[in-house]
């Protein structure tokens, strides 16, 4: 009796797209993934309550020694608005020029919408919700929720993220947590804050990720399919 013919491999490609680096690939799954998340941290926000778990949180990060600030305020500048064009330049004279145009749209539209979004749920700065926060350099202006530096991170980091090296993706995500974390160390900010800033962006980069596939004509996207 002949033994049955073995099984095909899986591919590693078919696999890639039931894991979650594969699934977040895809711009709709993160356009609603951080759009999910930023309805759910703004709406606990709303109660301008801290909880025990992100009270927790936020001392642990915001109680690290003073002797961190200064490395602390180099990383939060990859935050600002003024990272955008800087990112965006940086690809520019790289030759990749849909990427600066890509990143100067996200990083700027995630600051200018944090904005909208601090207006509307309008949730205080940590000092006035916990007593005992540790402020840092100059006290932030406005309200808390959500963080634009942790938006505004993640907006450049996922949009940058497929063009990069191994070493210069590593090196990005790591950077991108760690925008949000010194905006929590110097007080500024609570966790719910930069969990809804990094949903904003991620959401952000997603719609612009999608607005430019169906800008793309059919061809030349599936020319580009065959080649990646």
């Not at 759009?35 to 927790?56: F, G, I, K, W």
């Not at 191994?166 to 719910?192: D, E, F, M, N, Q």
Request: with cysteine; proline share 9%.
């Amino acid at each position: 009796m002949s033994l049955p013919p073995p099984a095909p491999p899986r591919s590693s490609a078919g696999h890639a797209k039931r894991s979650p680096a594969g699934a977040l690939a895809d711009p709709r799954v993160r356009l609603a993934a951080g759009t999910v998340v930023m309805l759910a941290t703004a709406m606990a926000a709303r109660r301008n309550r801290v909880s025990r778990c992100e009270a927790t949180a936020f001392r642990a990060v915001n109680g690290l020694p003073d002797s961190l600030y200064r490395p602390a305020w180099v990383i939060m500048q990859l935050g600002t608005l003024g990272a955008a064009p800087a990112s965006a330049g940086v690809a520019w004279l790289a030759g990749d020029r849909e990427l600066a145009g890509r990143l100067l749209a996200g990083g700027t539209a995630t600051w200018a919408l944090s904005k909208l979004v601090k207006r509307i749920v309008r949730r205080p700065r940590p000092a006035i919700l916990l007593p005992g926060t540790h402020r840092r350099g100059p006290d932030a202006a406005g309200l808390g929720y959500l963080s634009g530096h942790a938006g505004v991170a993640v907006a450049l980091g996922a949009a940058a993220l497929p063009r990069l090296g191994p070493a210069a993706r590593a090196l990005t995500l790591t950077a991108i947590p760690a925008v949000g974390l010194s905006r929590v160390y110097v007080g500024a900010h609570l966790p719910l804050d930069i969990a809804g800033g990094a949903a904003l962006g991620l959401a952000i980069d997603a719609a612009l990720a999608l607005a430019h596939e169906h800008a793309t004509p059919p061809a030349l996207r599936e020319a580009r399919q065959v080649t990646g």
